[in-house]
C-alpha cells in the first residue's frame, strides 16, 4: 500500500436530526487523501499529524450515507513537489522531507513502507 492508491469505505447511519451541526473527524490520515460523503467531495488533506473536522451537515441524509476516501500515492505526490521546488537538504534519497508524513513510513531497517 506505501507506494499506490487505495480506498477506504464505508456506511453510516444518521438519525435524521436536522437541528445540530454534523461534523466527521479524522485522526492520523495518510497524507494526501480526498473525503467525499454521498458524492460529494468535501475535504482534500495533505498533512499525516493533524487532525480534521469536516462539517457533513448539509450532505448526509436520514439514514445510510456513504464515505469514501481515496488515499493517493505519496511518493509520487512528494516526486511531484519535488520537482517544483527543487532539491531539499537530505542525507537519504527518500523524499520524505517533501510531505507532512512520518519519515520512518517511507521505510527503515526496522520497518515497511506505508
Same mark, same amino acid.
Given at each position: ?28 490520515? &495518510?497524507?494526501?487523501? /480526498? %473525503? @467525499?460523503?454521498?458524492?460529494? +467531495? =468535501?475535504?482534500? $488533506?495533505?498533512?499525516?499529524? !493533524?487532525? #480534521?473536522?469536516? &462539517?457533513?451537515?448539509? /450532505? %448526509? @441524509?436520514?439514514?445510510?450515507? +456513504? =464515505?469514501?476516501? $481515496?488515499?493517493?500515492?505519496? !511518493?509520487? #505526490? ?21 510531505? !507532512? ?14
Amino acid at each position: 500500500m506505501g507506494q499506490s492508491e487505495w480506498e477506504y469505505s464505508t456506511t453510516f447511519n444518521h438519525d435524521g436530526n436536522e437541528d445540530r451541526r454534523t461534523e466527521l473527524v479524522f485522526d492520523g490520515l &495518510d497524507t494526501v487523501a /480526498v %473525503i @467525499r460523503v454521498n458524492g460529494q +467531495d =468535501l475535504a482534500h $488533506t495533505y498533512n499525516q499529524h !493533524r487532525s #480534521y473536522v469536516v &462539517d457533513v451537515t448539509e /450532505v %448526509i @441524509r436520514p439514514g445510510a450515507n +456513504d =464515505l469514501i476516501m $481515496t488515499f493517493k500515492n505519496v !511518493r509520487d #505526490y512528494a516526486e511531484q513537489i519535488r520537482a517544483s521546488v527543487g532539491e531539499l537538504p537530505n542525507g537519504n534519497p527518500e523524499p520524505f522531507q517533501y510531505v !507532512r508524513k512520518s519519515a520512518c513510513n517511507f521505510g527503515w531497517d526496522w520497518g515497511p513502507i506505508w
